[in-house]
C-alpha cells in the first residue's frame, strides 16, 4: 500500500492536540458525536476517549486496558472504548500517558446510550460535573417537536457550560467555529470523495488512519489546513493516476468502525487479492455537517447532530449506504460485526438484504483483539472475493 | 486431465482423485496435530488407494480450514465455494448447500455450481458436528450411533441453551432427572437443526436442498432439518467428501 505523505503530518497534528491537552486549563471529555463547537466556542479544550480507545487499539494494548476495567466488575461484553477508556483511569496512565482530568463531562446519546453510563461513571470516579444531551431516536422522519427539545437543551448546556467554567460564550465566536467546522467537513469529505476515481487514491485505511483531525479538531484552523493538504495531495494522485493499492480489480465498502488492532493486516490481505476498500460509512458520518448561512446557528446544529449517522432507522441507513455504493462504484460490502458497538452492528443482516450489491459480515471487535478468530474471518473474506 | 481435491477440515482430512468428471476415488482420515503431515499422508493414502503416482496428477487444489498448510498444493480456494461446486457435481439441480463441519457450518445458495450468496456460524460451536461429538461423550454414546438412536425417540427433548458448554449441562441434568438417552439425543439433533434452519433462512432456501459434510451423515439430524423444512432433503452418498470433490471439480477448471 502507498502510504500518504500527510499521515506523517497527522501525526504530528495529533501529538500536538494531546499535549495541548495537558497544559490546557479547562476541558471537556466529550463524546464523537457530540456539537464540540460550543466547547470550541467557550475556548474548552474537547477530549476524546473515543479516539483515546482507537489509538490504544491501534497500539494492540486495547485486552491489556479492558482488563482493568474489567477487574473492576466491568462485563467483557460492554463496548471496549468504554472498557479501555475506564481501564486506563483505573492503571493511572495509557500508551499516551492517560487523559488529562477532566473539568466537566459532556456526553450526546446520538451514538449509542453506552456513553451515557460510561460517562455517569467518569463523573462519579472524577467528581465532576455531567451533561447529557439527550437525543430523541429518528426512526422514520424528522419531527420540528425533535429539534425544539434538542435545541433546549443547547440553550440548556451553555447555561451548564458557563457556569461549571464562569465564562460566557460569545455569539460571533460560535459563529465563526461553526463556519470553521463546515470548511473543514467540507475538504473532509472532498477528501473521502477523491475515492470514486478509479483506480481509487485512497483506502478506507487511509481515512481511518487520517480521520482525528474531523474528531478532534473540527472547528479549528488545525483541521482545515490539514484537510487542504490531503486533498492536494490526493488531487495530485488522481491527476497521476496513482492507484493507493497495486492493482485495483475489485472495489469495496467497509461497514462499521475498523478493527483498530488489524489495520495494517486488513490492508494487506485486501491488496493481496487485488480488492480495494476504497470507502467505509464510519468516516462517511462526519461528511454531513451542514448549517445554512441565514439559519440559526443552534437550531441549525440541533438538526445536523440529531440525524447523526448512528441515530436514524435502518430503512434510511440502507439508503445512505446504498448512495455510498453508487458513489463509489463498489462491487461489494464488507460488513464488521463488532462486539462493542451494538448500535452499529444491530441489523446488519436486515440492512444486507437491501443493499444493491453482495456483502458479507465478518464478526470482530474494535479495540479487544481477545475476539478475534483469524481463521474465521479469512475463510469468510476469501469465499466473498471468490464468489465476486 | 486427473486432479486432486484435498479438504483439511477441523477434524477430519478428505482427499478425492478425479479424472475428469469421474471420481477415481476417495480417503477420510482424522486429522494429526500437524496439518502439513495429515496432508501429505493422506494424499499418498489416496494415490496409491487409486494406483497412481504423483507425477500423474495434473492439479492439486486445498481448501478448508488448514487450505494455507497444504504447501504443495497448486491452488487454495475456500470450503464455500468448494462443498458449493462439489454438491452441484453429485446433484445438479442443487439450489441450496448446508453443510454441517466439525467446527463450522455453512448455508451456501448456488446456481449451476456458482455461489451467489453463502452464511457461516457465528463463531461458537453450537450447530457444528463438534456440538454433537460433546453431547454425544455426555451420553456416552459413540458418534456412529447418535443418528439411528435419535430416530427412536419418543419425544424430543428440548434444549434451549446455544452454547455448547451450558447444552452439556443441560443433557446431562436431563440424564440425572431419568429421561431416555433416545430423546435426549433426538433433542441435540433438532437443536442443530434449528440452528441451521434459522442460518438458511438468511440467504433463502431454494429446492433441492443438498446437505453435505459428516454431520449429513447422521439420521437424526437430516430427519430434524427435513421436518422443519417440511420437504426432504438430498444426502449424497458420501456426504463428507464434497468439499474436497469440489476442489477436484474446480481443478478441472482452473
Known amino acids: 500500500m502507498k502510504r500518504l505523505r500527510i499521515s506523517e503530518k497527522m501525526r504530528e497534528l495529533m501529538t500536538g492536540y494531546y499535549m495541548a491537552g495537558m497544559q490546557a486549563e479547562c476541558n471537556a471529555w466529550i463524546t464523537s458525536g457530540a456539537p464540540v463547537e460550543l466547547l470550541h466556542a467557550l475556548d474548552v479544550y474537547p477530549v476524546y476517549p473515543e479516539n483515546h480507545g482507537a489509538l490504544i487499539g491501534a497500539t494492540k494494548l486495547g485486552g491489556y486496558y479492558c482488563e482493568f476495567a474489567e477487574k473492576n466488575g466491568f462485563s467483557r461484553d460492554l463496548c471496549s472504548y468504554a472498557r479501555c477508556d475506564i481501564g486506563c483511569v483505573f492503571a493511572g496512565t495509557s500508551p499516551i500517558g492517560g487523559l488529562p482530568k477532566p473539568t466537566f463531562l459532556f456526553a450526546c446519546n446520538n451514538i449509542c446510550n453506552t456513553v451515557v453510563k460510561w460517562y455517569e461513571v467518569l463523573s462519579r470516579i472524577f467528581k465532576v460535573p455531567l451533561f447529557v444531551l439527550d437525543m430523541p431516536f429518528i426512526r422514520k422522519e424528522l419531527k420540528d417537536c425533535h429539534l425544539r427539545y434538542v435545541e433546549e437543551q443547547l440553550y440548556d448546556f451553555i447555561s451548564f457550560a458557563e457556569r461549571v467554567t464562569d465564562r460566557k460564550l460569545d455569539d460571533a465566536k460560535l459563529r465563526d467555529v461553526v463556519l470553521k467546522s463546515m470548511e473543514s467537513v467540507e475538504l473532509y469529505s472532498e477528501c473521502l470523495r477523491t475515492a470514486a476515481n478509479k483506480p481509487s487514491p485512497m483506502t478506507c485505511f487511509d481515512a481511518f488512519v487520517n480521520m482525528a483531525p474531523i474528531v478532534c479538531l473540527r472547528g479549528t484552523d488545525h483541521a482545515i489546513s490539514f484537510y487542504k493538504e490531503m486533498k492536494q495531495e490526493l488531487d495530485e494522485r488522481v491527476k497521476e493516476g496513482v492507484s493507493a493499492i497495486e492493482r485495483e480489480e475489485i472495489r469495496l465498502l467497509w461497514d462499521n468502525i475498523p478493527v483498530w488492532y488489524r489495520l495494517k493486516w486488513f490492508g494487506e490481505f485486501f491488496e493481496k487479492r487485488n480488492a480495494c476498500l476504497v470507502a467505509d460509512t464510519y468516516t462517511n458520518a462526519w461528511s454531513g455537517f451542514k448549517v445554512s448561512r441565514g439559519e440559526d446557528v443552534l437550531s441549525g446544529m440541533a438538526e445536523v447532530y440529531t440525524v447523526s449517522y448512528l441515530n436514524i432507522g435502518m430503512e434510511m441507513t440502507a439508503e445512505i449506504i446504498n448512495k455510498l455504493i453508487d458513489l463509489y462504484d463498489v462491487d461489494g460490502v464488507v460488513m464488521h460485526s463488532n462486539r462493542s458497538c451494538k448500535p452499529y452492528s444491530f441489523g446488519q443482516y436486515e440492512i444486507q438484504k437491501k443493499l444493491s450489491v453482495p456483502s458479507v459480515i465478518i464478526e470482530a471487535d474494535m479495540v479487544d483483539e481477545r475476539v478475534f478468530s483469524e481463521a474465521q474471518v479469512v475463510t469468510r473474506l476469501e469465499a466473498f472475493l471468490e464468489m465476486l | ?254
Not at chain 2, 109 to 125: H, P, S, T, W
Not at chain 2, 132 to 160: F, H, Q, W
Open chain 2, 1 to 254: 486431465m486427473i486432479t486432486v481435491g484435498i479438504d483439511i477440515g477441523s477434524i477430519t482430512a478428505k482427499c478425492v482423485v478425479l479424472e475428469d468428471t469421474r471420481i477415481l476415488g476417495y480417503k477420510i482420515s482424522r486429522v494429526k496435530p500437524n496439518l502439513e503431515v495429515t496432508a501429505k499422508e493422506i494424499l499418498a493414502e489416496t494415490l496409491s488407494f487409486v494406483g497412481l503416482k504423483r507425477e500423474d496428477v495434473g492439479r492439486i487444489v486445498a481448501t478448508g480450514y488448514g487450505r494455507n498448510m497444504v504447501d504443495f498444493a497448486d491452488k487454495k480456494i475456500t470450503e464455500i465455494s468448494c462443498h458449493a461446486a462439489g454438491a452441484c457435481f453429485l446433484i445438479s439441480n442443487a439450489g441450496t448447500v448446508i453443510d454441517i463441519g466439525g467446527q463450522d457450518s455453512k448455508v451456501i445458495a448456488v446456481e449451476n455450481g456458482k455461489v451467489l450468496d453463502f452464511v457461516m456460524n457465528d463463531k461458537c460451536a453450537a450447530g457444528t458436528g463438534r456440538f454433537i461429538e460433546v453431547m454425544a461423550a455426555a451420553l456416552n454414546l459413540r458418534i456412529e450411533d447418535v443418528g439411528s438412536l435419535a430416530v427412536k425417540a419418543t419425544k424430543k427433548l428440548k434444549i434451549s441453551s446455544t452454547c455448547t458448554v451450558f447444552a452439556e449441562t443441560e443433557v446431562v441434568s436431563y440424564i440425572s432427572s431419568g429421561e431416555k438417552v433416545e430423546n435426549i439425543i433426538a433433542g441435540v439433533c433438532d437443536a442443530i437443526a434449528g440452528r441451521i434452519i434459522a442460518m438458511a433462512n438468511r440467504v433463502g432456501i431454494r429446492r433441492e436442498v443438498v446437505l453435505t459434510g459428516g454431520v449429513a451423515k447422521n439420521l437424526g439430524v437430516k430427519r430434524a432439518i427435513e421436518e422443519r423444512l417440511g420437504f426432504p432433503v438430498i444426502v449424497p452418498e458420501e456426504p463428507q467428501i464434497a468439499g474436497a470433490l469440489g476442489a477436484a471439480v474446480l481443478g478441472q477448471k482452473a
